[in-house]
């Protein structure tokens, strides 16, 4: 979700305002409970029409009912029936003052046998299907039977839809579908209004796919979807799972005889299909060009259409990254002779996929904004229109649309899409570096996302009560604003501001630069360039400090504010650059360099049982080990100042420990990631120079130590996870064997080999070949 700019998470709210307490029921229905039944519903609970159905009898509060039915014992319903007492249960008491209403008598009688009925009709093993229950059919039957008797003396309409709900129930936990059938059909009205009729309903359509009737299972399970608010989201998941080939499908779309059924039918099934509903919507504009169907079916579209091609422009990968010349040089040439109009991938050289898809759903979508006969759901179709018209690079016709939808009675969540569009558009409309024109777009683009970043990383959520929300602000939105603006910075070689606008966010009337809370975190720094930092040092250097959003008064004032780094970031990106690079000595200068309040809250301490240059395996230490890179930085520029076989060990040691594999990768970056081993490769190649140098010491303990220590960090740069935990123990590559026989063979009698050797399998299944 977090790729769609357009088409919010919950599509069902995009097309019209649903109640809050059905938001949760997936699709969509043209029978939608009146004002009066909701108001019955309490905000706060799902909403649930039997329980209105039950207040027809004796009015009373939704919890109250909901405990009558739900929860109030077999028990006390006995009691009440015989007069012994008054229940406590407002709803059961107004049915026992009922003396001489037939309905009362025959509800309180219904609610009596509901509840003995109750054990035979739950699921005893909540694991196993309903049809794997075990049941007990003697019961059912019996119970059947009883119900049977009683609805031939009911003569309430709705206490007898309940008997022939149980009993069409009973039949059904016994296998008796056919039965199931004929009695719904006997039974069951031609127009159904409670609940509890359209439970009826399901248990037939059940019956239907048991008797291998899927056309006409399916089409009462859309039935249902359509009429039955609260037996949507069931109805749509039992549809859904009713699988049907090409023939039985076109049998369904026929059988559907009312054009409203035909177009309900035509919806389930496009939206319960994996691809672009095209099609669908043109044959259900046929039937109904207002259908509020078509319109959340049109937003289905958007949906799938961004999850296609955003994701390919909205990435982790720096656009501070040029191309070759050749491909700029290329891209140039294309756009210059029209061949190409897609602006959003020109920078990538990626080619968009679904282009034709995208053509022809615009095509649909401006004939529908068009159409003046037809409703807008207000703005929908234009702005959809001028959307689809920007992500197929026709800028002209995106500003037509806007431009129309304006005019048009647009939602809160289309109004924000409009201007986010706006946006973008004036910057593809920039050529040339704009001071004041930079300045005013920032500032309209950041009250436009008023929220604070983290507050839209669910982005999309749109709360049903309009007047009580704050429009989700599309986290899609966000990303592509940055990425847009990214490119025209780097356009017009400012890779500097390019950097910063990747982090552009609204911080309100919080500090900017300088004031923010103090942050470890260097790594994402590490992407750029020493030039780029440089740069961007330079830059945080010479502006003022503590501005923020709100009282920014240039464009990169307003960057800044949002930066999240802060001038010792920046030279801890700088440092870690020339750690990498074993410059040791440019290092320290950076560090040096950093505020004493920063450097002071970077002490590591980790790891307590061993040093970053201690061997893991034998040196353990129990003084609690503690440094900062700083000192790091200059123990290994020491070590590498003194150049003896010793100086070499502890070096290569360092750098094991502060790789991917070692326990100190504090030290070398601010995040370890089961992804990032492949960081380490050049520390680790370095490490075995280092150790060649140490192995070939006078020194032979030591050099022992340096050629198993060779051998670990062989392991880890050859590493795969199939030779780890292959089946009777890890594989062993060339490289390992002939270290192993060099240790063996030239220090196979010193003291570390014979310790190391009672404690490492890894030596012994080295030893023993495989």
Known sequence: YYQRIFAPDHLSVAVYQMPAQIEEAAGYSSQMPSTKELSFCPPTSKWDSNLYDWSQIAPTSYDVIDEAVYRVSKAEIEKAIQGKSVSTNSFIATLQKKKDNIEAKEALNYLLFAKSVEPHVTNGDEWESVNNQKRNLPALY?????????????????????????????????????????????????????????????????????????????????????????????????????????????????????????????????????????????????????SAQLRYLAVREMALIEDSILPNFISEKSVTVRPSFWKRAWAFVVRRLGLSTSLLADDR????????????????????????????????????????????????????????????NATKFVQHRIKLLELLLQIESLSRPDAKQEFTLLTEFLNLYSNRESSIVNDNYWHPKEDSYLVSESGAGLQLFRNRLQKFYKKTNRPTESILAEYLRNTGKEPGLGQAGFSRDSEPLLQYSDVDLLSLLHIIETTKQGKSSASASTANELLLASFQFGRDNVLDALASHSMNAGDYATAIDYYKKQSTSFAKKLVYDYVKDYGPFQNPEFEISVKLQKMTRRQFAEEMQQLSQKADQESYYRMAIGLYNTSWHGSWWILGRDYWSMSSEDLSQTQLKQALLFLEKAANGSDSELAAKSLYMSLRVTRALEWQEADQWRHGGPGFSANERKLYKRLVSGYGTTNFYKQAKQQCSYLNLLEAGR
């Open 142 to 290: 019996q119970a059947q039977k009883q119900a049977e008797t009683a609805l031939s003396t009911i003569k309430s309409k709705s206490i007898r839809a309940r008997y022939v709900f149980q009993i069409l129930r009973l039949m059904h936990f016994q296998g008796n579908y056919s039965g199931v059938v004929t009695f719904a059909d006997k039974n069951l009205p031609t127009k159904l209004s409670l609940q509890v009729e359209y439970r009826s309903l399901l248990l037939k359509a059940g019956a239907l796919r048991w008797l291998g009737r899927k056309v006409e299972s399916k089409l009462l399970f859309a039935q249902i979807a359509d009429e039955s608010a609260d037996l949507r989201e069931l109805a749509i998941r039992n549809f859904d799972f009713i699988d049907l080939n090409e023939s039985q499908e076109a049998d369904l779309i026929r059988m559907a005889k009312l054009p409203s059924q035909r177009n309900n039918v035509l919806f389930l099934l496009a939206r319960s299909e994996s691809g672009y509903g095209y099609d669908r919507m043109i044959e259900m504009n046929s039937i109904d060009k207002n």
């Open 349 to 408: 050289g990626i080619k968009l996929p679904d282009s034709e898809q995208r053509s022809k759903t615009l095509a649909f979508f401006q004939k529908k904004a068009s159409d003046l006969s037809a409703a807008n759901e207000p703005a929908l179709w234009s702005s959809m229109s001028a959307y689809l018209a920007y992500y197929n690079g026709d800028l002209p016709l995106s500003r037509s649309m806007i431009e129309m939808a304006k005019q048009q």
